[in-house]
């Protein structure tokens, strides 16, 4: 397996983006150990909450959330393989749903993260809930934003185009679709923040081929694995809480299937983000962070 690291360089000087990064090697399907980064802010004693980003962004996608967060809780922001800080193997067939997966799981039982909130977002959802599955257990509240968990049942028109021109495209610009899928517009520091993990396009082979890993067809992989998931979803009893927003043409409507299918939903006081994109942690950081703080204390978000 070739293995790119994108240089420290690149992440020099990036706008509101103070964090030191921290490293853990994973490793998934019997491969080669492989380096994930992360944010680790706030007090170790505190119960963790655990912030996890889509596609094609990473962990700067939480800058303006994470210190509203920090001073009470410890805040990790993990970048998934291929994305961010951490490596980036060149090969498509070096990827997959479900080594994205073991990826993630083996950083949380590296790392014993118990009592965990979790913030997920896009494939931050996908892969996060599926942590939620495997390890009930370690998680204590569940905030599900603009995401899913599909088994092969189709999918909305808006994700269609999306993976239409993720695959047709010749050079993939990672910040310009972050642009595009936030309510507002990003300045051009903060597309150029979007674009630093990508030094060319040998870099951003996960960043490319993750659309197509969606399991939206009763064919893709994957679907057996998510509809088990589901399965423990449907006996998850802690709090769930759901977080659209009012402007994603890809995953709306998503809201309804965890509210009805998920018991910890039943009786939460479920929220619109009202003038976000799909990207909504740009648009609404501070409504999405006040919201989390409320809901690890008790009250109503």
């Known amino acids: 397996m070739a293995v790119l690291r994108t240089p420290d360089e690149r992440f020099q000087d990036l706008p509101d983006f103070p964090f030191a990064p921290h490293y853990v090697d994973v490793t998934a399907s019997g491969g080669p150990p492989l380096r994930m980064a992360y944010v680790d802010e706030g007090p170790r004693e505190a119960s963790p909450v655990l912030l996890m980003h889509g596609e094609p962004s990473w962990s700067y996608l939480y800058r303006h959330i994470i210190p509203r967060l920090s001073g009470q809780h410890r805040v990790l922001a993990p970048d998934l393989i291929g994305f961010g800080r951490s490596d980036k193997p060149t090969e498509k067939e070096d990827y997959s749903y479900e080594k994205h997966v073991a990826w993630m ?109 969606v399991p939206v067809t009763p064919e893709h992989p994957s679907v057996e694995e998510n509809k088990a998931a589901w399965a423990v979803l449907e006996a998850f009893d802690k709090p769930f809480l759901t977080a659209f927003s009012d402007g994603d043409p890809v995953t709306r409507g998503g809201e309804r299937a965890f509210q009805e299918r998920v018991p910890g939903a039943k009786g939460q006081p479920h929220v619109t983000i009202e003038g976000g994109g799909h990207f909504l942690q740009e648009d609404k950081p501070e409504e999405i962070a006040d919201l989390i703080n409320r809901f690890i204390g008790g009250g109503k978000p």
């Open 105 to 213: 799981s083996d950083w949380l039982v590296k790392l014993d993260l118990k009592d965990i909130t979790l913030f997920c977002q896009d494939w931050g959802g996908l892969i996060g809930l599926r942590l939620v599955a495997a390890f009930p257990e370690r998680f204590a509240r569940v905030v599900v934003a603009n995401t899913g968990l599909p088994t092969g049942a189709g999918m909305t028109e808006g994700f269609q185009q999306w993976l239409q021109v993720s695959q047709a495209m010749p050079v993939f610009p990672a910040g310009a679709f972050v642009n595009m899928g936030s309510g507002r517009t990003l300045s051009e520091a903060e597309i150029a923040a979007y674009d630093a993990p990508y030094p060319d396009e040998s870099y951003k082979t996960c960043a490319r081929i993750f659309p197509t890993f």
